[in-house]
C-alpha cells in the first residue's frame, strides 16, 4: 500500500463538537483544487455579500444596518495632519486581520516631508484662513 493511500491514525482524541464528525478516510483523500480555493480564500465580513440575499436571510433592516455602520465608523477621524487607522471601519470589514502593502508603505514616521503645521489646517478646515 502507498504511504499517501495509507489512512492517518489518529492520535488523540477527537472533539466532535468543535471539529465535526470523526472521519480518518476523509483527512486521507485529496482534496479537490476548488475545495481548496474555496477554504483559503476569505471574504471580508458581509460587505461583498448581495444585499438582496442578505434582506432574504437576515430580514429587511440588516443590510440598512451593515450601510448606516460603515457610513458612521468611515466618518471618525482625527485632527488634519494627524493619521488615523480608522480601526473600527476596518474591524467592520475584516479588513484587520489581513496584512497588505497599507500596512508598512506609508507610515508617517518614515515620511520624507514635514509634518502639516496642525494650527494651520485646523483653521483652513474652519474657514478661519485668510
Request: glycine share 8%; charged share 20%.
Given at each position: 500500500?502507498?504511504?499517501?493511500?495509507?489512512?492517518?491514525?489518529?492520535?488523540?482524541?477527537?472533539d466532535t463538537?468543535?471539529?465535526?464528525?470523526?472521519?480518518?478516510?476523509e483527512d486521507?483523500?485529496?482534496?479537490?483544487?476548488?475545495?481548496?480555493v474555496?477554504?483559503?480564500?476569505?471574504i471580508?465580513?458581509v460587505?461583498?455579500?448581495?444585499?438582496?440575499?442578505?434582506?432574504?436571510?437576515?430580514?429587511?433592516?440588516?443590510p440598512?444596518?451593515?450601510d448606516?455602520?460603515?457610513?458612521i465608523?468611515?466618518?471618525?477621524?482625527?485632527l488634519?495632519?494627524?493619521?488615523?487607522?480608522?480601526?473600527?471601519?476596518e474591524?467592520?470589514?475584516g479588513?484587520l486581520?489581513?496584512?497588505?502593502f497599507?500596512?508598512?508603505?506609508g507610515?508617517?514616521e518614515?515620511?520624507?516631508?514635514?509634518?502639516?503645521?496642525?494650527?494651520?489646517?485646523?483653521?483652513?478646515r474652519?474657514?478661519m484662513a485668510n
Amino acid at each position: 500500500m502507498d504511504h499517501a493511500e495509507a489512512l492517518p491514525y489518529q492520535a488523540q482524541a477527537h472533539d466532535t463538537l468543535r471539529n465535526g464528525l470523526c472521519s480518518l478516510k476523509e483527512d486521507a483523500i485529496q482534496k479537490h483544487p476548488v475545495e481548496i480555493v474555496q477554504e483559503t480564500t476569505t471574504i471580508p465580513g458581509v460587505q461583498g455579500a448581495n444585499p438582496q440575499m442578505l434582506r432574504d436571510l437576515y430580514g429587511l433592516a440588516f443590510p440598512a444596518k451593515l450601510d448606516i455602520e460603515r457610513q458612521i465608523l468611515s466618518k471618525f477621524g482625527r485632527l488634519p495632519g494627524l493619521p488615523s487607522s480608522k480601526l473600527g471601519l476596518e474591524s467592520l470589514t475584516g479588513e484587520l486581520d489581513q496584512f497588505s502593502f497599507e500596512s508598512y508603505l506609508g507610515m508617517p514616521e518614515f515620511a520624507e516631508q514635514q509634518p502639516v503645521e496642525l494650527h494651520s489646517q485646523m483653521e483652513k478646515r474652519l474657514g478661519m484662513a485668510n
